[in-house]
Every structure is written in structure tokens, then in C-alpha cells.
């Protein structure tokens, strides 16, 4: 389906490295961006919008798919302030009645934004300090901290 | 560990999440709206037109809604030269009982009544004999259906079919060594294709299921334990979504109740995967009546309108309700409120003005407002 969208010519010298990346990258990262923010459809919105970013700057990306994380950590990372804000100026909508008893992923949403990312990010992608720190623009140090401090919060949790 | 259980908690929540069918479409639009390779070119563009007239910002916010596309189809003399042609649904947007289709109960092979007319067409040439019988139609059904992630690839049984009346009837199987009925009802007369209606089985009985435009609801009272995953996809319009559960009891009543708005209806997928491996069963309904889309549309677009401040204009809040707006839009506007959602979330600033200069944007956003515009008079006001 994808190569008879992509099959009208003339393509766009972008096209073929994007398709490419969209193909592997993809699907990983809208649950990457799910797991980050805990609601799908934001995940593939924000996900599309950092694909949208990787063109903008595709030529002096080298390294294509390392960026496209970044950019859908950043924009989970944004996303998750923004709705924090709008938590505290809207009237909370009633929660539809529905059965959720995974304590451990109520925890891990709980947390504060960068202990759940620098999780996500150790746990889900298998990412060392180091790349995790540049993805969240802080030290490994921090990092580690952040791994550390989420952890305990949610054996903390898990153990109550 | 904790590790462990983190480990395997992300793993397994991420496992659940499927990306739309639409997405590179999407992607696409947006990538349209930004301009071929325009990359900061186009800011630097933008900024240099000084010279072009500035719309009323005031009324920049509203853009979506009424007025100001028509002013941007509007010839300097004046004459309206408004694009009353619908843009159409995406390639790879799900079918559509808009339009004035006629409804119908379908779940597979397809979801409109267009849709079973072409694959009738199909079996009459020979194309789709398996639709001419129904017990080879719900298998073939069952086998599409799973296909992973839905469920076991493993073998299931079809046994055989049970006439209800002579339009319709049920076809029973055996899956993991518990039995489920796939209903399938014809066309037309003798020699119309078969197609299925539900999927009902002894562990995930489905009840009240509705469609109000806005929400899918449903009860499931699983005779069994496990863990209850739901799907649900819109029909003519919205966006899907999953819902899940988690560690259901057997014989307890759990309630969905999910925001869809803008779909005509809604197909709702259950898996109960059992505890210890045990093999997962599979439920599908669709609800009753395509919901009045037209009237949610409207409704959105009536409390997004008004006059706002310059700040607004591509603002979080902006992006919000335009957001609310793509959600409910019919699929006659919906990939052109999503086009000019994602050129105001990439392109326009509340702080910038000049990127807020409606006569410097692409073309293509500003032939998607005049579309818009125009459904907008026709859905909303009545215009022929």
C-alpha cells in the first residue's frame, strides 16, 4: 500500500529514505510515544508530527533514526506539560467506566516526566546513560538518578 | 526484580498498540501542507512578503470554520469562486456510510453497502466464490480475522452451516476447544454473496452496544478469566481506538464507554486472552445505526467559532480545537481539517504575525480551507 501511494511520480528526493524509515521505524516508535504518554492516539500524532521534523531536517541528519527518537521523545515530553497544564485549567471529564488494574503501568504513569522517560527509555529501547541523556538533553548522571529515583517510586508503589 | 517487571509490563503494553492503516497517508498531508522541500526556505519566504496584504488576524483563529476561506476564494472582483467539490475520503481511509449510503450491519467482507455491491460483482465474475457459500465465507472471515495480533494462528473447525431464515443464518466452530458463531446474513436473493454480521462467543457475551456519534458503549460479562483487550474502529469517519483491560473476573460485567466522535458507527473487536496461555476467544459487533455525524460536526464547529485574539492563531489552545474539529469532521473534510491542523501546528505562531498571513501559505492549505468552507455551508447552513 505504501509503494503504490509512494509510486506517483515525480518523487520527492526525500521520499525514498523517508518511506524507508517510516517501513522500520514506525510502528517502534508509536509505541515508544504510547508508552511515553500513555495514550494512543497521541502517540501517533506526535509521532507523525516528528516524521514531518525528520524531513525539515533531513539533509544534515545523519543519523535518521536516532533523531526521529529524539524528536518523539521531545514531542511525548512536551505533550505530557501541555496536558499537565490543561489538567489544572479544565473541568476533569467524567472517566468512562472501565476495568484497569495494571498497578505497575498506573505507576510508572504517575511519575514525574523524566524518571518515566529515562525508564521507558533503559527498559523498553535498552538505550545505555549516555543515549538516553542526549535524548532528554540532560547528563547521565541525571539519568542515572532518574532511573534510580523511578524505580524505587514504583517498587515503592508496587509493594503497597 | 522490578526490572524484570518493568521490563515486561513496557513490552507487553507496547505489544498491544497497532498503528493505523492511514498513517503514511497522513504523514504525507502534512508533509504536503509544509511544502515540497521547503524546509526554512519557506520561513525565510514568509518573511520577506511584507508586502502581501495581511488577512484580520482576528479572524485568522477562525479560519476552519466560516468566513475567511470564502474571502480567500473570493477573485478581486470580487466573485465567489468557492470549490464546492468534496476532497473525497483518504485512499486509506476506512469506507464510509456517509453520504447518504445506505446503512448496513456488515462487519466483513465489507462495511458498506458500496462495498458488498463490488464484491458481489467480484463473485459474479468468479473473483470471490468463497462469498457465495456461507460456510467458506466465515471461514475465510475467521481466517483474515486471525491473522496476529488478534489471535492464535492455530487451527480452528468450521462446522456447518444453520439457516435461520433465508436471508440469513449462523455458522458455528470450534477454536481452542471452545465454540463461537460467526452470524452471516445475504445480500440479496439466491446467488448474492454472504457476508458476516457479528461474532458472538460462549466466553465474551457482547450486550448493549451503541453509537450515539460521539461514544461507543458496550457491556462484556466474560464467562472466563483473563485479560480483555477491545479495538474499535469507526465506520465513515473518526479516528479508532483501543481500549484495555486489565485481570478480568469471570462473571463480572465490565463497561466500555469510549470517545469516537465523527464516525457514522463504530466495529468493536474483544480478545479474552486467558491466563497461563490459554487460548484467546474473540467477540465482534458493530453498532446498530450509522450515528448522526452531521449534527456532531456541526455542533464542534459551532463552539469553535467566534472571535479570538491575535494570541490565539496557532496557539496550544488553537491546536486543540481544530484537533476536536478533525475528530468529528465527515470524511468529505476530514484529511483537509487534518492538512490545515498540521500546517497551523507547524507553520503558524501566536507570536509571529507574519506567519499568520493567510495569503502567504501554500496553495494547497489554502484550496483545503476553501473546501472546508464549503462543506461547512453545506453540512452546517443548509447550502445545496
Given at each position: 500500500m505504501i509503494a503504490a501511494e509512494m509510486a506517483q511520480p515525480p518523487p520527492p528526493p526525500w521520499a525514498g529514505p523517508l518511506v524507508e524509515l517510516y517501513r522500520e521505524r514506525y510502528q517502534p516508535m508509536v509505541r515508544l510515544a504510547y508508552l511515553l504518554t500513555g495514550d494512543r492516539t497521541a502517540a501517533e500524532e506526535l509521532v507523525q508530527d516528528a516524521f514531518v521534523s525528520v524531513h525539515r531536517s533531513w539533509s544534515p541528519v545523519n543519523r535518521p533514526a536516532s533523531y526521529l527518537r529524539t524528536a518523539v521523545v521531545n514531542a511525548c515530553r512536551s505533550w505530557g506539560r501541555r496536558r499537565t497544564l490543561e489538567a489544572h485549567r479544565r473541568p476533569r471529564r467524567a472517566e468512562p467506566a472501565v476495568l484497569v488494574a495494571d498497578e505497575l503501568w498506573d505507576s510508572l504513569g504517575r511519575l514525574p516526566e523524566r524518571q518515566r522517560s529515562a525508564i521507558v527509555l533503559r527498559f523498553?529501547?535498552?538505550?545505555?546513560d549516555a543515549d538516553i541523556a542526549v535524548a532528554l538533553g540532560c547528563r547521565p548522571a541525571t539519568v542515572r538518578t532518574a532511573i534510580h529515583r523511578g524505580l524505587a517510586a514504583l517498587r515503592t508503589e508496587v509493594q503497597r | 526484580m522490578i526490572e524484570d517487571e518493568v521490563r515486561q509490563m513496557l513490552e507487553r503494553r507496547a505489544g498491544d498498540v497497532s498503528p493505523s492503516p492511514g498513517a503514511w497517508a497522513e504523514i504525507e498531508h502534512r508533509l504536503d501542507g509544509a511544502g515540497d522541500g521547503a524546509g526554512e526556505g519557506r520561513v525565510v519566504a514568509l518573511r520577506r512578503e511584507t508586502a502581501r496584504r495581511r488577512f484580520p488576524l482576528v479572524a485568522a483563529a477562525v479560519l476552519v470554520a466560516l468566513g475567511v476561506a470564502a474571502a480567500i476564494a473570493a477573485g478581486p472582483d470580487g466573485a465567489s469562486r468557492v470549490d464546492t467539490t468534496p476532497a473525497g475520503p483518504s485512499p486509506t481511509a476506512p469506507p464510509t456510510t456517509f453520504g447518504g449510503e445506505a446503512p448496513t450491519?456488515?462487519?466483513?467482507?465489507?462495511?458498506t453497502t458500496r462495498g458488498l455491491q463490488s464484491l458481489q460483482a467480484d463473485a459474479a465474475a468468479g473473483?470471490?466464490?468463497?462469498?457465495?457459500?456461507p460456510r467458506a465465507a466465515a471461514g475465510q472471515y475467521l481466517s483474515d480475522l486471525l491473522q496476529?495480533?488478534?489471535?492464535?494462528?492455530e487451527g480452528f473447525e468450521v462446522q456447518q452451516f444453520r439457516a435461520g431464515d433465508a436471508q440469513s443464518g449462523e455458522v458455528p466452530y470450534v477454536m481452542g476447544g471452545l465454540p463461537g458463531t460467526v452470524l452471516v446474513r445475504r445480500l440479496a436473493g439466491d446467488g448474492s454473496i454472504w457476508y458476516v454480521t457479528a461474532l458472538t462467543h460462549l466466553t465474551l457475551p457482547v450486550t448493549r452496544v451503541g453509537y450515539d456519534g460521539t461514544r461507543f458503549t458496550a457491556e462484556i460479562r466474560p464467562t472466563a478469566p483473563g485479560r480483555l483487550l477491545a479495538t474499535i474502529t469507526p465506520v465513515g469517519g473518526g479516528q479508532g481506538r483501543n481500549v484495555d483491560f486489565e485481570s478480568v473476573v469471570a462473571g463480572q460485567a465490565v463497561g466500555v464507554d469510549a470517545a469516537l466522535p465523527g464516525a457514522g458507527a463504530a466495529i468493536a473487536l474483544f480478545r479474552l486472552i486467558g491466563p497461563g496461555g490459554a487460548p484467546t476467544t474473540l467477540a465482534q459487533v458493530r453498532s446498530d445505526e450509522p450515528a448522526p455525524i452531521r449534527a456532531a460536526y456541526c455542533e464542534v464547529l459551532d463552539s469553535v467559532m467566534g472571535e479570538r485574539p491575535e494570541?490565539?492563531?496557532?496557539s496550544d489552545e488553537h491546536l486543540a480545537d481544530l484537533s476536536r474539529l478533525r475528530d468529528a469532521a465527515p470524511p468529505e473534510v476530514v484529511r483537509d481539517v487534518a492538512a490545515y491542523r498540521a500546517f497551523v501546528a507547524d507553520r503558524v505562531s501566536p507570536g509571529d504575525p507574519l506567519t499568520q498571513d493567510v495569503q502567504s501559505w501554500p496553495q494547497a492549505v489554502r484550496d483545503a480551507l476553501q473546501r472546508i468552507d464549503a462543506a461547512n455551508a453545506r453540512l452546517c447552513q443548509g447550502a445545496p
Open positions: 523498553y529501547e535498552d538505550l545505555p | 450491519p456488515a462487519i466483513w467482507p465489507a462495511t473473483r470471490r466464490p468463497d462469498l457465495l457459500d496476529p495480533p488478534n489471535g492464535p494462528v494570541s490565539y492563531v496557532g
